[in-house]
């Protein structure tokens, strides 16, 4: 009878695995299946969606939280989270702003000028990032607490370096990187493009990737086995510092000012939201880059859905945040 019944349960067992296999697709690549629904969605219901001014609005708006979320993906990826990424920006349009008014002459060469700025505020960012890290790889502080000193911290800083008032920045390659175009498209999202697909190579393809992925799949193994865990957690707080710092850039270019008080408020917590959108989850692992990108453009196409067809911005919000709630829950089912 034993005989009889197993290969009935060997079916089974095939049959549930195939199933598993499919639920597990299905929920790491949902939020590009969401992304897909919603852009059909508005080509049929949504008037002049199909448009390059559209296109290019929302690939304008997206570009700083992309190139944000590709930071913070690499820090999640290790089992960390930053809250101080709004108060980065800050940091970094601050530091640009008083460069672009202390040598107006230097920054007057286009390409000089452009370096320049730009190096200067993720190398302002870059230093606090490096804080965070040490806090958090070396200190042993819980990163959600390392962070959020370092977020509040970093706000005051910027503001006593601009003694809290508005900067106007008139420096035409500042402005350009915000506002300009090319191949008809914003420069902001090929500058967001370039940091994605580099970001995705060395996460799929360095030595830092996979030490990125051991330290999230477990930390205690990854240092019996050699894995540098402290400098690699310093390491990608950095990098994600200095990420948030372009980003700080590229918003003061499209505003053409710096207000330290505005700059970057709130966004850890839209940056957040998209990478757990994307698919990065919470308690560590590997960093999906692309995913990220996708929640990113999710959330920003699901805003202008919403605006466009008169939506409540309280309605928004909850809707928003019903898509966030759906993605932890999906996380947590896949890790049970």
């Not at 107006?104 to 286009?110: E, H, R, S």
């Not at 003061?252 to 700059?263: M, P, Q, W």
Request: charged share 10%.
């Amino acid at each position: 009878m034993t005989t009889a019944l197993a290969p009935q349960a060997s079916v089974d067992d095939l049959r549930r695995q195939s199933w598993i296999r499919r639920r597990d697709l299905l929920a790491t690549n949902g939020v590009w299946v969401a992304l897909i629904g919603l852009v059909l969605f508005n080509v049929v219901a949504t008037r002049g969606f199909v448009s390059v001014q559209t296109l290019q609005t929302n690939l304008g708006q997206m570009a700083t939280v992309g190139i944000c979320a590709v930071g913070l993906t690499l820090v999640m990826a290790t089992g960390g989270i930053d809250l101080s990424v709004g108060s980065l920006m800050a940091v970094a349009g601050a530091s640009a702003g008083v460069l672009v008014l202390a040598a107006p002459a230097v920054l007057d060469v286009p390409v000089v000028g452009l370096v320049l700025v730009v190096l200067t505020g993720m190398a302002a960012a870059a230093v606090l990032g490096a804080v965070n890290g040490y806090l958090v790889g070396h200190l042993r502080i819980q990163p959600i607490v390392a962070t959020l000193v370092v977020m509040i911290t970093a706000r005051g800083l910027a503001q006593m370096v601009t003694s809290g008032r508005l900067y106007t920045v008139e420096n035409d390659s500042v402005v350009w990187l915000g506002r300009g175009s090319l191949l008809g498209l914003p420069v902001m999202a090929w500058v967001m493009l370039v940091v994605v697909v580099v970001a995705s190579w060395v996460a799929r393809r360095t030595v830092l990737g996979r030490r990125i992925v051991a330290v999230g799949g477990n930390e205690t193994a990854a240092a019996l086995a050699g894995i540098p865990v402290r400098r690699t957690i310093t390491t990608v707080y950095v990098v994600a510092a200095a990420l948030a710092g372009l980003a700080a850039l590229l918003s003061v270019g499209v505003n053409g000012t710096v207000d330290t008080a505005n700059l970057g408020l709130g966004y850890e917590f839209t940056v957040i939201s998209a990478v757990v959108v994307g698919g990065t989850a919470l308690t560590g692992g590997r960093p999906r880059i692309w995913g990220s990108v996708a929640g990113v453009a999710l959330l920003q196409l699901l805003g202008f859905t919403l605006a466009s067809h008169d939506v409540a911005k309280e309605v928004a919000s909850l809707v928003q945040a019903a898509v966030i709630v759906a993605a932890v829950t999906t996380q947590l089912r896949r890790r049970r």
